[in-house]
């Protein structure tokens, strides 16, 4: 420190010591208020799905097309073709997507930013955005970087000779790393897979919501489980990290086949060599990372994964290539020159090797990693690989499906779909709804259903276990399709089944009678409910309504796809299916950030949900208010009194007492008192307590509401 200053600035400008690290137990609200104006450099009226339909989509792609060709002398492309790279960018982009939360993907543009842009399987992604920033620089805000990144990988394959399926434009980028994502608790890159499995011989065992077999890894370790090669044990690796990703067994083996016909694995040098990651990178490094401090460090000698080689004769072409190196030889371990397991055949004929990557008179032996050799001894994976050997345009097709599927899982519903080359044909894992009637009367309908019979919390209920299954990771589920009536949410626990049954009875009548689908119907009579609780309260209001849900059939619906959507808890309705690990306040956090909501908006909707009676179930913890069914804000009214005491009661439950007598006045959950006990969540409260607030509770519940009902109308949106 000599010859600095020893007066410290005041401000908190680097990632020290934060209120987390003081308070690990506490939970962390900043997953609600992330992605905010704050931190978006564009005008306030800038609309993305706009400007993207201003794109000239033919000359963007005609000059990622010459790009795949123009290999740059700070960055040389391998065989003068970028066309491995983009696929890996793409790929890399994309496949960090997982089926049990909806989170990761390609369609926020988040590779750009920590954790991923410096995980250990992205290295040298960084390389692939600058080559790209002069085509992102040239088209502005008509592109997206996520946009781009996943087309760039579409172009290649399409360069390499491979006739896509189609691309849809859309998503838009974020301008911060995401806190919402949980990638595991390891606290080291690479960390063995045991810190995230039951028993990792035991692949299903992987901890939820991971897909991914290692911290900073997308899917399985190329060497093997740990870093040792064993195929078969490989290949249930494999089929467990795919599946996770909403992949079945003969998608996984196309994507395998097909994301190895084109590019390389580099391993020709030491990794010790190399520069740190991005992240932590100096400041001449300008944002790169991974840069070889020893020689050319580039071309022939870069190191990347470790594994050093080619899989196929022609690895810039879409061909069978890696079936017929795969198939026709036998492979034995080898180390590859940074120390890393590879397979290479144990006899092979030079003129069958791959050329080097920058001298053509010189042959490579090609390679194999522990992934693609599960393909060849797996039954199941290799019955699959003998189909598509035996009909290589079928396999074409698959790999070409299977890709699209990879880079538009969490684009959300067709209806979000831009660009000329989005395919016609619906597919049931884009959750198709038809087209909901619009030409009906709404006020007879609300008529109909309150004169049903149905109480507020019956109403009120079924409309919210219809719409909270959404999630704003992946833009699935929601009221629109009422796929609250089909296999498999029908007989979720959550969802009541007995009551649910005699509700959508009485719902589907009125939907025959009126021509409104069942799906507007379940929310049009939340509305009913919700406006029959203020009037009582002493407060007219109307909740605004948007016609127009279909609803969806069993043919159009992948139950078992559905499954993961299954709300374990719901703190909103003071529910929660068993114990678990993690604590029902941070299971009430997380749902509320999948469905979009801020902190007051969580705050006013549980407050309200608990006086209109809607626990599940009918229990009373958390009803703070003798007037449960009318939209007041005695919840929060009666959770800041000090005239009241909190007392433990066992199981996660709590007593309120009167302080002076000491008897019991309610009892609650820890999802209720948290509202009293965390200082964020208590300031939120407080506001809705005052006696100036009562009316802007009301307001501010219906909003909130509104919001949840109509998350997925992008149809309209």
């Known amino acids: 420190m000599s010859g600095k200053c020893p007066v410290m600035h005041g401000g908190h400008t680097s990632t020290g010591t934060s209120n987390k690290d003081w308070w690990p137990e506490g939970i962390n609200l900043d997953i609600l208020h992330q992605h905010d104006c704050k931190t978006n450099p564009m005008d306030s009226g800038f609309n993305y799905r706009e400007e993207v339909k201003k794109l000239d989509v033919q000359a963007l792609k005609d000059d990622l097309r010459k790009l795949m060709l123009d290999s740059q002398e700070w960055w040389p492309a391998d065989w003068g073709s ?142 093997g489980v740990n870093g040792q090669p064993d195929p078969l044990k490989t290949a249930e690796h494999v089929r467990e990290t795919f599946a996770r990703m909403a992949m079945n067994d003969e998608e996984t083996a196309a994507l395998t086949a097909g994301g190895h016909t084109i590019g390389k694995c580099h391993g020709n040098g030491d990794a010790a060599d190399l520069s740190a990651e991005p992240e932590a990178a100096d400041v001449e490094y300008q ?58 055949p144990a006899d092979i004929a030079e003129e069958d090797k791959p050329v080097d990557v920058e001298d053509a008179s010189i042959r490579r032996n090609p390679i194999m990693t522990d992934a693609d050799m599960a393909m060849k001894v797996d039954p199941v994976y290799n019955e699959i690989c003998q189909k598509f050997m035996n009909d290589p345009e079928y396999f074409s097709e698959t790999f070409a ?206 407050g309200g949900m608990r006086v209109l009676g809607t626990n599940h179930d009918g229990t009373q913890h958390g009803v703070f208010t003798d007037r449960e069914g009318q939209l007041t804000n005695d919840f929060f009214v009666n959770l800041t009194d000090m005239g009241n005491a909190w007392k433990p009661a066992g199981n996660g439950l709590y007593t309120i007492r009167d302080r002076q007598t000491d008897t019991v006045k309610w009892t609650a959950s820890r999802v209720d008192l948290v509202f009293g006990s965390n200082s964020l969540l208590r300031s939120y409260a407080e506001v809705y307590a005052q006696d100036d607030n009562d009316e802007k509770f009301v307001k501010d519940f219906v909003a909130a509401w509104t919001k949840v009902m109509n998350a997925d109308r992008f149809d309209v949106a």
């Open 82 to 223: 970028y066309v491995g790279m983009f696929a890996r960018v793409a790929w890399h982009s994309a496949g960090s997507y997982r089926l049990a939360d909806g989170r990761g993907g390609g369609g926020t543009g988040n590779q750009r930013f920590a954790p991923l842009n410096s995980w250990p399987d992205n290295v040298n992604t960084d390389k692939g955005r600058r080559l790209l920033w002069p085509i992102k620089k040239k088209y502005g805000n008509k592109i997206s970087w996520a946009d781009l990144m996943v087309l760039s990988g579409t172009v290649a394959y399409e360069v390499a000779g491979l006739k896509t399926y189609g691309f849809a434009f859309g998503r838009e980028d974020i301008w911060h790393p995401e806190k919402d994502i949980y990638w595991g608790d390891e606290k080291e890159w690479l960390a063995p897979s045991d810190e995230r499995y039951g028993d990792v011989e035991n692949p299903d065992t992987m901890e939820n919501p991971l897909a991914a077999v290692q911290m900073g890894l997308i899917y399985v370790n190329p060497e």
């Open 287 to 344: 944002g790169i990372g991974w840069i070889n401090t020893k020689g050319r460090g580039v071309g022939q000698d870069t190191v990347v994964s470790g594994i050093e080689g080619a899989w196929t004769q022609n690895p810039t072409q879409w061909d069978m290539g890696w079936f017929d190196m795969l198939f026709n030889h036998e492979w034995e371990l080898k180390k590859s020159p940074a120390g890393a397991w590879q397979w290479e």
């Open 401 to 606: 499906r299977a890709w699209f599927k990879l880079t538009h899982r969490d684009l959300g519903p067709k209806s979000r779909y831009i660009g000329p080359e989005v395919p016609a044909e619906d597919l049931i894992w884009q959750d198709p709804i038809p087209a909901g009637n619009t030409d009906y009367s709404e006020e007879v309908v609300k008529q109909k259903i309150a004169e049903s019979g149905l109480s507020i919390s019956e109403m009120v209920s079924t409309a919210w276990d219809s719409a909270r299954t959404y999630r704003g990771s992946d833009m699935r589920g929601g009221a629109n399709g009422a796929r609250i009536r089909l296999a498999p949410q029908k007989e979720w626990q959550g969802n009541e089944p007995e009551r649910l049954v005699r509700v959508l009875s009485v719902y589907e009548k009125i939907s025959a009678d009126t021509g409104a689908s069942i799906a507007d119907v379940i929310v049009l009579a939340g509305s009913v409910g919700i406006e029959k609780a203020a009037k009582a309260a002493g407060h007219e209001v109307r909740v605004p309504f948007l016609k127009g849900r279909g609803d969806a059939l069993d043919e159009m619906t992948d139950a078992d796809s559905f499954e993961p959507l299954e709300p374990l808890a719901d703190g909103f309705r003071n529910w929660q299916k068993k114990d678990y690990v993690v604590n029902p306040e941070e299971m009430l956090l997380d749902r509320a950030q999948l469905m979009g909501l801020t902190g007051p908006e969580m705050t006013v909707l549980l």
